[in-house]
């Protein structure tokens, strides 16, 4: 101590000084109190101490508490109290439907109405959300009544005419509160014993195991207002298990909706198309769907007028229209798109799901993500003086993009020329672009009748979701314009009939229980409540609930991009590019794969054990070529050559690809979608595959 303080030289007086809260010193040294305060708390020997007093007055305050509980409305006596609340036996259909209707009801309003109430309040509105919260927010208005106090010791009731139950002593009075007798509904079971259930029965032959009676009835089915019923011995089990259940549009006698049938209905019979923006960096892929979103009145004014002003003070006010889909503040800061967009809208006949892909070189592998999801593609060229050549020839991205979609299944194409307006409309550089594209794209395998070119401009907004109006266009073109185009695409067919597929593109924690991943629907159909298998981790979970754009439905289908919260699983055991599949039907996982490929253009040959990276669908996965099998004719696809030393630019090959990991995989010949995979090589990609054959993990 004495390193730190002085102690023997201290004045404690000098020390202490100033400090009231010190022990020892008097509360009336330095503060007045009231001589009624005093009285209150300090002891007096004279007095004896009270005891029973405050024995008394603790009685008092909790009658007066029992007396000024009440209840909120009749309804809540068509259950019992809440500590002896059983929760209904419901099938697991009725029993997924109950427990949502109560999340979101709880959501809205609270804990402030006891779960039993809300329980007998959803079975009453037969699971529909909007009525049962509607009763209940009516329960919470409803002004409370005032019961007259309890009897000191009233007689039993004994019943009388016109009376409909008898009321008897209850052997176990712990859950029965004096003074309040719960209402009860006529529920009357002929020769049979109740054995368990909330609500009071009778019967006429045998003593009801609740405490109280109810007279016997002829009629045999349930009165009750919940709806619910109970369980008796084992022949009315099952009758009285389910709930009653109304007969919907389009479901089926199991209750499971039929699809197909709902599936045309949807929409106004509207078709689903995914459509993928493609294109070199900085041809105005943002530019051009944030101005055509704003056409549309997907964007208000004040929002628009928000980004123009934002952009100016950036000193980028040609971007305003980009930053509707570019929304993180990197994307905005550096003006170009890092990952993929998405967003939807509608034309006459079609309901589109927009994504806009990255163009730059550095984020082809999400580029490759958002072309594997999509149906159709728009590529958009940047009609400048030197700007297409620039993303044309090599090293330009507008080759590179026009072969991925074509190697991952994408047929119909439309070409926007954008920014003509910067050349005056010229009719000779729209011809020249057309020629020079037209010829490569052929060779990519696109038909020239799947092929459509559309001069636009993304800043004036010319052509896009009206004809031309520019005098120096309409001089020459009378073509669509590109809002014409997007709903004349062909909607390919749907593997709606095939095992429920689901490829994970992003898993977060959602506000209520269990997360939410993320995604497409590749192929099959999932409803609300449906047990599912979550690939390659091989866990087993259930789907609690389906939305499509942020919008609740209870089922979707193949093509549909789709948030699903999944419950039974733990987050960590999902990942992006895990595959949530039909239980009964899982997906095959494998490392070692056979497969056939197409070279394109490479600089090094590609021998045995050459490193790659693997792209399929969401998932990018290191692996090699472990053998070189044969090489294959470009059209027959017969053999010409066993066992080649090396691969080269244009080569047709069957291959056996190993990953090192397992991943989720099936045949190009069962699912085209999940068949298909690209490979890259440090920044370019080097090939297109398909998948002939699972070998299965490395021994």
């Not at 004495?2 to 202490?16: A, F, K, L, P």
């Not at 034309?347 to 999801?373: C, S, Y």
Request: charged share 25%; glycine share 8%.
């Amino acid at each position: 101590m004495s390193r730190h303080r002085n102690i023997r030289s201290m004045n404690v007086h000098d020390e202490y000084e100033g400090y009231d809260d010190v022990y020892g010193h008097s509360v009336e040294d330095d503060y007045g109190v009231s001589p009624a305060t005093e009285a209150q708390f300090m002891y007096r020997r004279s007095e004896a101490p009270r005891l029973s007093s405050f024995i008394e007055e603790s009685k008092k305050e909790s009658i007066e508490e029992e007396e000024e509980y009440d209840y909120d409305d009749d309804h809540d006596h068509s259950l019992s109290d809440s500590q002896t609340f059983q929760w209904p036996r419901l099938s697991d259909h009725n029993e997924a439907r109950l427990r949502s209707c109560l999340e979101e009801i709880q959501n809205v309003i609270g804990d402030s109405v006891p779960q039993h109430v809300l329980v007998d309040t959803v079975l009453r509105c037969d699971y529909d959300l909007e009525k049962a919260l509607d009763a209940v927010l009516s329960l919470q208005d409803k002004p409370k009544e005032t019961r007259p106090p309890p009897a000191a010791a009233a007689p039993p009731r004994t019943q009388a005419a016109g009376d409909s139950y008898q009321q008897v002593p209850a052997a176990d009075s712990r859950y029965v509160r004096e003074g309040a007798v719960p209402k009860v509904a006529q529920i009357s079971t002929p020769s049979r014993q109740v054995k368990t259930g909330f609500q009071p029965v009778a019967t006429s032959s045998k003593q009801v195991t609740t405490g109280f009676q109810v007279a016997p009835s002829d009629t045999r089915e349930i009165i009750a207002e919940n709806g619910v019923g109970v369980s008796t011995e084992a022949g009315d089990r099952d009758d009285q298990q389910a709930t009653p259940t109304q007969k919907a549009a389009g479901k089926t006698k199991q209750g499971v909706l039929d699809v197909a049938a709902e599936l045309s209905k949807r929409d106004e019979g509207k078709e689903v198309i995914n459509m993928v923006i493609i294109g070199h960096v900085d041809a105005g892929k943002s530019t051009l769907m944030g101005h055509l979103l704003y056409r549309m009145g997907h964007v208000n004014k004040k929002t628009m007028h928000k980004y123009e002003v934002e952009s100016q003070k950036a000193g980028k006010a040609s971007f305003a229209y980009a930053w509707v889909l570019d929304e993180t503040g990197e994307e905005r800061v550096r003006g170009i798109t890092m990952d993929v967009g998405l967003t939807k809208f509608e034309t006459e006949h079609k309901v589109v799901t927009l994504l806009d892909a990255p163009g730059h070189r550095d984020f082809i592998p999400n580029m490759i993500t958002g072309a594997a999801q999509a149906d159709v593609a728009i590529l958009v060229v940047d009609a400048s003086t030197g700007e297409f050549e620039a993303g044309f020839e090599a090293g330009g991205q507008t080759r590179e993009h026009a072969m991925l979609v074509r190697s991952l299944g994408v047929t119909q194409l439309a070409v926007a020329i954008n920014k003509l307006d910067t050349v005056g409309w010229s009719e000779d550089r729209y011809q020249e672009i057309v020629k020079k594209l037209g010829h490569f794209l052929k060779q990519a395998g696109f038909k020239d009748s799947d092929v459509v070119y559309i001069p636009v401009s993304g800043l004036q907004g010319e052509n896009l979701i009206k004809p031309a109006s520019e005098p120096q266009l309409t001089a020459w073109y009378t073509g669509p314009c590109l809002l014409q185009q997007i709903d004349s695409f062909k909607s390919p067919a749907r593997s709606v009939d095939k095992p429920f597929r689901f490829c994970v593109s992003d898993v977060f924690k959602g506000m209520g229980s269990g997360f939410s991943v993320a995604g497409r629907l590749v192929a099959g159909s999932i409803q609300n409540s449906t047990r599912v298998f979550v690939m390659p981790v091989g866990e087993t979970a259930t789907v609690k609930g389906i939305a499509i754009h942020d919008f609740p439905v209870n089922w979707a289908c193949a093509g549909d991009h789709a948030t699903l919260t999944i419950t039974g699983t733990d987050i960590m055991k999902v990942s992006v590019g895990s595959v949530i599949c039909d239980s009964a039907n899982p997906i095959q996982a494998a490392s070692r794969i056979r497969a056939r490929v197409i070279i394109f253009n490479i600089d090094v040959p590609i021998t045995k054990g050459f490193p790659v990276v693997f792209h399929y669908q969401t998932l990018s996965e290191p692996a090699n070529i472990r053998k070189l099998i044969s090489l294959l004719h470009k059209s027959t696809g017969e053999v010409t050559r066993n066992k080649p030393r090396c691969l080269s630019k244009g080569n047709n090959a069957l291959i056996e690809v190993e990953l090192n990991r397992p991943v989720c995989l099936e045949l190009y010949k069962d699912n085209k979608d999940l068949g298909r995979f690209m490979l890259r090589y440090g920044s370019a990609t080097i090939a297109a595959g398909v998948v002939t054959e699972i070998l299965g993990d490395q021994k």
